[in-house]
C-alpha cells in the first residue's frame, strides 16, 4: 500500500499507525516530528504531478482542507482519493476508523481508544463563552458547525457566533469587543496568534493561547486535547 496524505492531521494518524505506508505528504504536515516522506506542496496547493510520481494507491483529504479541483485531478488520473468531513469530535474517531482500514490497518490502534475513551464524558451545559479569532486582517472567527466548535461546546465553551450564517465569519474587531464573552480563545494555526500578537486587541478580556493542533487536528492528539485545553482555558480565566 502506498499513501499520500493531503490533511496534516490524518498524516500523524497514518504514521503513528501505519508509517510503512505513508509515501508523501504536505509541508504542512509537521507530526511527528520526525516524518520523513515526500513533500508535496500545500493543502490548498498541492502538486499533482509529485503525487503522481509517487504511484499512490491512495490519497487522503479533507472536504474543507483540500480543494475539490485538486482532488478530481487526481481522480481522473486514476488515483483513487478518500475525502473525510469532520464537524464533530464524533464523527473525527469514524472517520479515522475508516480512513485507517482503507490505509490498510486490520485492527484499531490503542492510541484511537484512548482518544475516543479521552472524550466519552457527557457534553456539559455552557459554563463560559468564548470567541475564537482563526485569522486577523480580516478578523476572521469560528461560526457555526465546525470542529474545533464542538471541541470547545465539549469543554463547556460556549460560542456567541455558532448560530451565524457562515462557518467562519467576518467580524469587526470591535464587534468582537462589544460581544464581550468571558474569554478569547487564540490558536496558532492558521493563523499563528502570539503573546504578543493577538491578545493586545482584546482589552480587559482574557484571552487563552492555546494549540492549534489540540483544538482544530482529530488525530492521536485527540487523546491529549481535552486534558492541555481546558488546563490552557482555565489558567487564562483565573
Known amino acids: ?40 506542496g500545500g493543502t490548498k496547493n498541492p502538486e499533482l504531478d509529485r503525487i503522481l ?47 485507517l482500514t482503507a490505509c490498510g490497518a486490520s485492527s484499531r490502534p490503542r492510541w484511537l481508544d484512548e482518544a475516543e475513551e479521552a472524550w466519552s464524558t457527557p457534553v456539559p451545559e455552557p459554563r463560559t463563552t468564548a470567541v475564537v479569532p482563526i485569522w486577523r486582517r480580516p478578523w476572521m472567527v469560528l ?13 463547556g465553551v460556549g460560542n456567541p457566533y455558532a448560530a451565524d450564517p457562515e462557518r467562519y465569519p467576518r467580524v469587526p474587531l470591535e464587534e468582537l469587543n462589544d460581544a464581550r464573552p468571558d474569554l478569547v480563545v487564540l490558536p496558532d494555526e492558521p493563523y499563528r496568534f502570539t503573546a504578543d500578537d493577538g491578545p493586545e486587541a482584546f482589552p480587559g478580556l482574557p ?5 492549534g493542533r489540540h483544538l482544530t487536528w482529530y488525530g492521536p492528539s485527540l487523546a491529549e486535547a481535552p486534558r492541555l485545553l481546558a488546563g490552557a482555558l482555565r489558567a487564562a480565566l483565573r
Open 1 to 40: 500500500m502506498r499513501v499520500v496524505s493531503l490533511v496534516p492531521s490524518l498524516t500523524e494518524a497514518v504514521a503513528e499507525t501505519l508509517p510503512e505506508v505513508l509515501v508523501g505528504a504536505t509541508d504542512w504536515c509537521t507530526h511527528p516530528a520526525d516524518l520523513d516522506v515526500t513533500r508535496v
Open 53 to 99: 510520481a509517487l504511484t499512490p494507491d491512495l490519497v487522503i483529504a479533507n472536504e474543507e482542507e483540500n480543494r475539490a479541483p485538486d482532488l478530481d485531478a487526481l481522480r481522473t488520473a486514476g488515483v483513487e482519493v478518500l475525502v473525510t468531513e469532520v464537524r464533530e469530535v464524533p464523527q473525527a474517531f469514524r472517520e479515522l476508523a475508516r480512513v
Open 143 to 155: 461560526g457555526r458547525d465546525t470542529f474545533a466548535g464542538d471541541v470547545l461546546k465539549r469543554l
Open 207 to 211: 484571552c487563552a493561547l492555546v494549540s
